[in-house]
């Protein structure tokens, strides 16, 4: 057991290794100039562009900003910003990283949450009406694109309807001196739209697991047996047959855990929410490498080690995944 974990923890640090190395070389890649967005209406001159690539070291060869990005990295530096005029990126990632967090955990808690009851409802109706109708509506849910979804109830809720805010996290006019109570309730009144064009586009597939989860431990012969003893339907269901079926959906919530952080970018762009995925869109339009690299690797870091812990879970709750030896 040891040596399979010190085995999947090798592949791990490996994978990582190559996503960061891929993702630097495609960075320098794209088309662009970094120094473009310094400038207004004019040209910068030659001689204060040849000083900023200097200072930001786009002069040195791409293997050598490769050996200074990693060695900063270790260090815990991910370098300066480009378009905000040399601010540190972990500085810039820890301002937006919180906002991030708040949606993303949020919208899995209640993507879980609907996805789960969902699922079970199905499982329970197999075959029926309502097992169909909930089928085709998560289904169609989950193929909508998040961006397009996003725009439409923002037209529909915000726009026409006046029900919720068109964007940010906080009203632009809220006094600063209002107590928490009023910034709360502001903070959970935006929050609204951006985690439910989350859910909507993810409780589906949530659905669909748990209602193959909970169809094969219906299906156990210890269910079987807690109907002849003569248990109620609400204790078999929930005391016997979810209790089976929560080890996939643990492994599966290891799965979506990157979506805390990695899953928002579309939906934060369309509501300006302002997390990592607005910082990695405005940093894409004006080329601001270091930024784009910070925000890749961490979003990259948080997907391997989800996957590596859907993996650790699944080996835990089920010993025919688990190493002989």
Same mark, same amino acid.
């Given at each position: 057991?040891?040596?399979?974990?010190?085995?999947?923890?090798?592949?791990?640090?490996?994978?990582?290794?190559?996503?960061?190395?891929?993702?630097?070389?495609?960075?320098?890649?794209?088309?662009?100039?970094?120094?473009?967005?310094?400038?207004? =209406?004019?040209?910068?001159?030659? =001689?204060?562009? !040849?000083?900023? +690539?200097?200072?930001?070291?786009?002069?040195?060869?791409?293997?050598?900003?490769?050996?200074?990005? %990693?060695?900063?990295?270790?260090?815990?530096?991910?370098?300066?910003?480009?378009?905000?005029?040399?601010?540190?990126?972990?500085?810039?990632?820890?301002?937006?990283?919180?906002?991030? %967090?708040?949606?993303?955990?949020?919208?899995?808690?209640?993507?879980?949450?609907?996805?789960?009851?969902?699922?079970?409802?199905?499982?329970?109706?197999?075959?029926?009406?309502?097992?169909?109708?909930?089928?085709?509506?998560?289904?169609?849910?989950?193929? @909508?694109?998040?961006?397009?979804?996003?725009?439409?109830? @923002?037209?529909?809720?915000?726009? =026409?309807?006046?029900?919720?805010?068109?964007?940010?996290?906080?009203?632009? %006019?809220?006094?600063?001196?209002?107590?928490?109570?009023?910034?709360? @309730?502001?903070?959970?009144?935006?929050?609204?739209?951006?985690?439910?064009?989350?859910?909507?586009?993810?409780?589906?597939?949530?659905?669909?697991?748990?209602?193959?989860?909970?169809? !094969?431990?219906?299906?156990?012969?210890?269910? +079987?047996?807690?109907?002849?003893?003569?248990? +109620?339907?609400?204790?078999?269901?929930?005391?016997?047959?979810?209790?089976?079926?929560?080890?996939?959906?643990?492994?599966?919530?290891?799965?979506?855990?990157?979506?805390?952080?990695?899953?928002?970018?579309?939906?934060?762009?369309?509501?300006?929410?302002?997390?990592?995925?607005?910082?990695?869109? =405005?940093?894409?339009?004006?080329?601001?490498?270091?930024?784009?690299?910070?925000?890749?690797?961490?979003?990259?870091?948080?997907?391997?080690?989800?996957?590596?812990?859907?993996?650790?879970?699944?080996?835990?709750?089920?010993?025919?995944?688990?190493?002989?030896?």
């Amino acid at each position: 057991m040891i040596r399979w974990l010190a085995g999947r923890l090798l592949q791990t640090l490996a994978t990582y290794a190559l996503a960061v190395t891929l993702l630097f070389i495609m960075m320098r890649l794209t088309p662009g100039d970094p120094l473009a967005g310094l400038s207004d =209406e004019r040209p910068l001159p030659a =001689e204060a562009r !040849e000083l900023l +690539r200097r200072r930001y070291r786009l002069d040195q060869p791409v293997l050598t900003q490769y050996a200074d990005f %990693l060695a900063g990295a270790l260090r815990g530096d991910l370098g300066v910003s480009i378009a905000q005029h040399g601010r540190p990126v972990t500085a810039l990632i820890r301002e937006r990283l919180p906002a991030t %967090l708040l949606l993303g955990t949020t919208a899995l808690a209640a993507m879980f949450g609907i996805g789960i009851a969902v699922g079970v409802l199905q499982a329970t109706r197999a075959g029926s009406v309502t097992d169909r109708v909930l089928g085709i509506l998560s289904l169609t849910a989950y193929a @909508t694109p998040s961006f397009w979804l996003g725009l439409v109830l @923002t037209w529909a809720l915000a726009i =026409e309807w006046h029900w919720f805010p068109v964007a940010f996290m906080h009203a632009p %006019l809220l006094d600063p001196d209002a107590g928490w109570w009023v910034r709360l @309730t502001d903070l959970l009144w935006h929050l609204v739209l951006p985690v439910t064009t989350l859910t909507l586009v993810s409780f589906g597939a949530v659905a669909r697991y748990q209602r193959a989860a909970m169809l !094969e431990a219906l299906g156990l012969g210890a269910i +079987r047996t807690a109907r002849t003893k003569g248990l +109620r339907d609400r204790s078999i269901l929930w005391h016997h047959a979810w209790r089976n079926s929560v080890g996939p959906m643990l492994a599966l919530f290891g799965l979506w855990l990157p979506l805390v952080v990695a899953g928002s970018v579309f939906v934060e762009s369309v509501y300006a929410w302002p997390g990592l995925g607005t910082l990695a869109a =405005e940093s894409i339009g004006s080329r601001d490498y270091p930024v784009i690299m910070g925000v890749a690797i961490l979003v990259s870091a948080v997907v391997i080690g989800g996957n590596l812990l859907a993996d650790l879970l699944h080996g835990w709750l089920d010993p025919r995944l688990r190493p002989s030896q």
